[in-house]
């Protein structure tokens, strides 16, 4: 079996999941196919983190344009609630890159998380960007405290860790269940 193999099952394994939640969870309709887009543009990109450290501009572009076509579509009233959403999204994580950095002297952050977030704040609005940060901050730190029990892998204070997938995972989960989780109006 090769190396890529488990990497490659893993992403058809995402894939499913997104088609599955996305129908089961997404209204139908035009929205439903931005959702599929999106599902699929995130575990790329998940993906993409998990095995380079890094989030291509391009994908996270995409992410941001098709979340602005959605609001033009969809929610056009709501303009403004979805460019502070990935305003402040962007600038959130950029303020603790640059914080980190200057703390510890070294990056912790990549720019590319940064703009991830910012893209994602474009499809929840302002609203989701604390819901969607709970959900990516708790499955990371879970993540790493798995890994570190099981033996699987060690981590120290400089250890790289992909946090893009953490922030995928939450901003799927707040994109789906923003009925339930974000207030009336704001997303």
């Known amino acids: 079996m090769s190396r890529k193999t488990p990497l490659l099952l893993t992403s058809l394994a995402m ?3 997104v088609a599955v939640t ?13 959702s599929l887009v999106l599902g699929a543009l ?3 990109l998940s993906v993409l983190d998990m095995r380079t450290l890094t989030l291509p501009d391009p994908l996270n572009l995409a992410v941001f344009a098709l979340g602005a076509l959605m609001v033009w579509q969809t ?31 070294r990056d912790g ?18 609203a989701g ?7 990516a901050s708790v499955c990371g730190l879970l993540s790493v405290g798995i ?23 939450g901003g799927w989960i707040v994109w789906l269940g923003a009925d339930y989780l974000l207030p009336a109006g704001l997303y």
């Open 15 to 17: 894939l499913a999941l």
């Open 22 to 34: 996305a129908v089961a969870f997404a209204p139908s309709g035009i929205l439903l196919w931005f």
């Open 42 to 44: 995130l575990v790329a």
């Open 75 to 105: 929610r056009p009233d709501a303009w403004p609630h979805h460019l502070i959403g990935a305003f402040a999204g962007y600038t959130l994580l950029v303020m603790v890159e640059i914080t980190y950095r200057r703390m510890r002297g």
């Open 109 to 126: 952050l990549g720019r590319g998380d940064a703009k991830l977030l910012g893209a994602l704040g474009m499809w929840t609005g302002w």
């Open 129 to 135: 960007l604390a819901p969607i940060m709970l959900v």
């Open 147 to 169: 890994l570190s029990l099981t033996g699987k892998r060690r981590f120290d204070s400089t250890s790289a860790i992909a946090f893009g997938p953490f922030i995928a995972l």
